[in-house]
């Protein structure tokens, strides 16, 4: 106790006793991680076959939106049923002003901006709304996009949607080696801002008002600023996402964003464990990993009407064993613990 005074008294920092000790100790700098996780990404793509670079580049496309919608979702408790609708919107927006200015940084970015103005607007009704009315309201949001794209058919050419010229990847580099380098450049820059996000003020302010906004605002934390701008940060998050499955596809349209897809990003969400960005990353593998395994499991069958609904029913069975056996999702089991458990 003297020690933890004299160090108040001379003004250095003091350790949070009330911290886990392990969690003082195993916390490793988001950059390290990051940096592993670009290593691997760079590693694996020149190890695996072009359809399997093509696989690990929507991973990371994925992983931006499920790690926007972790945070919306498992640390300030809004919940999304619009986020595929926010996805359609920077993919349009990055083929319209891909297709005029043939400048793909740039198009990134204006794509990022209208999906963050998209859900700014969305989060001021958000913040408003509770429960089943803030569902209701996203669920909203996801009809209507496509429905837009329909109605103005000279700009987003109704169902059969927009190709997106692209330059040719630079030098000799294979093209979906150089999708999956820059869907895990934008996956792992999203991650690393979303961490320091949530490690700073900001993130205990999201936690304070998913828990009691009540005490929340007792506290001085302004509700209704924190909400709408969670939906802010997880709109841009969906926004880039959106932007780097059209440039993946090099087209977009909107069958490739149903109501389902939203369905399936707060699917993946839970099984991988909410307000966990690691979780996040279960998710992004579980929204590749399941749709090609009922693909498979249908084309096996032999019946067309099958695969446009074995998805659903695979996610839900994944979600019932999941909720059951880690009901805080995947994040949450310790593989050390069950190895030691059964040895």
């Not at 945070?71 to 919107?89: C, E, I, K, P, Y």
């Not at 700009?155 to 820059?182: C, H, K, Y």
């Not at 936690?207 to 600023?225: M, Q, S, Y």
Request: with cysteine; net charge positive.
């Amino acid at each position: 106790m003297t020690d933890i005074k004299q160090k108040q008294k001379s003004g250095a920092p003091v350790p949070d006793l009330a911290a886990p000790v392990s969690a003082r100790r195993r916390r490793i700098p988001a950059i390290l991680v990051i940096v592993a996780g670009a290593a691997l990404v760079l590693a694996l793509t020149y190890m695996l076959p072009p359809f399997r670079n093509y696989q690990l580049a929507t991973v990371g496309a994925y992983l931006c939106v499920t790690a926007g919608l972790t945070v919306l979702t498992g640390l300030n408790g809004q919940l999304s049923l619009g986020h595929g609708a926010l996805m359609a919107t920077g993919a349009y927006t990055l083929a319209l002003a891909q297709n005029k200015w043939l400048n793909l940084p740039f198009s990134f970015l204006l794509a990022i901006v209208v999906t963050t103005a998209v859900g700014a607007v969305i989060g001021l009704a958000a913040a408003r709304l509770r429960g089943p009315y803030l569902a209701g309201l996203t669920l909203a949001v996801a009809i209507v996009v496509p429905s837009v794209t329909s109605t103005f058919d000279e700009t987003f050419n109704s169902d059969q949607g927009l190709s997106v010229v692209l330059d040719p990847p630079p030098g000799t580099i294979p093209m979906e080696r150089w999708q999956a380098w820059l869907c895990w450049a934008g996956a792992l820059v999203t991650v690393l801002a979303l961490v320091l996000l949530v490690r700073g003020r900001f993130g205990r302010d999201m936690r304070a008002v998913r828990d009691d906004e009540t005490a929340a605002k007792l506290a001085g934390i302004n509700v209704a600023r924190t909400q709408v701008l969670a939906f802010v940060v997880s709109a841009a998050c969906a926004g880039l996402a959106g932007a780097l499955f059209a440039f993946l596809a090099q087209s977009v349209s909107p069958g490739a964003f149903p109501l389902t897809l939203s369905l399936f990003l707060v699917m993946a969400i839970v099984i991988g464990g909410l307000g966990s960005l690691f979780g996040a990353l279960w998710g992004a593998l579980l929204l590749v990993i399941l749709p090609t395994l009922s693909q498979s499991l249908a084309e096996e069958a032999g019946s067309h009407r099958l695969e446009g609904n074995l998805a659903l029913v695979v996610f839900g069975v994944v979600l019932v064993v999941v909720m059951l056996a880690a009901p805080g999702g995947l994040a949450s089991i310790r593989f050390t613990r069950l190895f030691r458990r059964n040895r």
